[in-house]
C-alpha cells in the first residue's frame, strides 16, 4: 500500500517548456487534488477532481490543466513553464482525510 | 477572501515547552477541521482533527481546543520536543460527498533542545 505517488521528485525547466506531473494513489479514494506550495503562501489548490470524469478549477488554476485519467490517476500539466510556476507540487488524494504525496519540486528558468 | 487565518508564522519554544498554534476560520458552515505537520522534503501529514460538536480533543502530547462561538481554533503541543520542529497547517472543510479543504498559511515550529 504506497499511498499517493507523484513522479517526478525534482524538475528543471526553460521558460515555455511542458511538462506533466503525474500522481498516483492506490486507497480507491474518489477525490484528488493538485496544490502548489511556495514560501509563506501555504498550500494553494490549483485543481481538483471530486470523483472519476470530473474536474474543477481551484484557487489558481492558470497555465495548469488537469486529466482524472481513471479513479487512480490524476495528472497536472504546464503546457508553457513560466517561472512564476517554480514552486512544489503536492497531489492529494482524499474520502474525508486529505493524504498528501511526497511532492515534486519544480524550477523553471 | 483568505478562508482560514493561521498564526503565527513561526515559532521558537524551548525542550519541554508549550508550543500554541491559532487559527480562524470565516465560513460556520465548516465542520472538520484537521491539522497537518510537514517535515522539511516531505509531504503534509495529517496529525489531528476535530468535530465542532466537542470543545477539545488530545491526542499523546497534542491537543486541538475549539471555540464554536469565536470561530477559532487552536493546537497545542505539551512537552515539545526537538522532533517536533516541523511545519504546522490547519485546515477546514465541509463534509460531504465532497471535500474541498481550505489550509491556513502555516507555522513553522523550531523547538530548540
Known amino acids: 500500500n504506497a499511498g499517493v505517488t507523484q513522479t517526478p521528485k525534482f524538475q528543471v525547466l526553460k521558460t515555455g517548456q511542458s511538462m506533466t506531473l503525474q500522481c498516483a494513489q492506490d486507497?480507491?479514494?474518489?477525490?484528488m487534488y493538485w496544490y502548489r506550495q511556495d514560501p509563506g503562501m501555504g498550500l494553494r489548490l490549483i485543481y481538483y477532481?471530486?470523483?472519476?470524469?470530473?474536474?474543477d478549477k481551484g484557487e489558481v488554476p492558470n497555465g495548469y490543466n488537469v486529466s482524472r485519467l481513471n479513479k487512480r490517476e490524476f495528472s497536472l500539466r504546464l503546457e508553457s513553464a513560466a517561472p512564476s510556476q517554480t514552486s512544489v507540487y503536492f497531489c492529494?488524494?482524499?474520502?474525508?482525510?486529505?493524504?498528501f504525496g511526497p511532492g515534486t519540486r519544480l524550477t523553471v528558468l | 477572501q483568505q478562508q482560514v487565518k493561521q498564526s503565527p508564522q513561526s515559532l521558537i519554544v524551548q525542550k519541554g515547552g508549550i508550543s500554541i498554534i491559532n487559527c480562524a476560520y470565516e465560513?460556520?458552515?465548516?465542520?472538520?477541521f484537521p491539522w497537518y505537520q510537514q517535515f522539511p522534503g516531505k509531504g503534509p501529514a495529517l496529525l489531528i482533527a476535530?468535530?465542532?460538536?466537542?470543545s477539545e480533543k488530545k491526542e499523546g502530547r497534542f491537543t486541538i481546543s475549539f471555540n464554536k462561538s469565536a470561530k477559532q481554533f487552536s493546537l497545542h503541543i505539551m512537552d515539545s520536543q526537538p522532533g517536533d520542529s516541523a511545519t504546522y497547517f490547519c485546515?477546514?472543510?465541509?463534509?460531504?460527498?465532497?471535500?474541498?479543504?481550505?489550509f491556513g498559511s502555516g507555522t513553522k515550529l523550531n523547538v530548540k533542545p
Open positions: 485546515a477546514a472543510s465541509r463534509e460531504g460527498n465532497f471535500n474541498k479543504f481550505y
Open positions: 492529494a488524494s482524499s474520502e474525508l482525510e486529505q493524504f
Open positions: 486507497m480507491n479514494h474518489n477525490s
Open positions: 477532481s471530486a470523483s472519476e470524469g470530473t474536474t
Open positions: 476535530i468535530r465542532p460538536d466537542v
Open positions: 465560513n460556520t458552515a465548516f465542520d472538520y
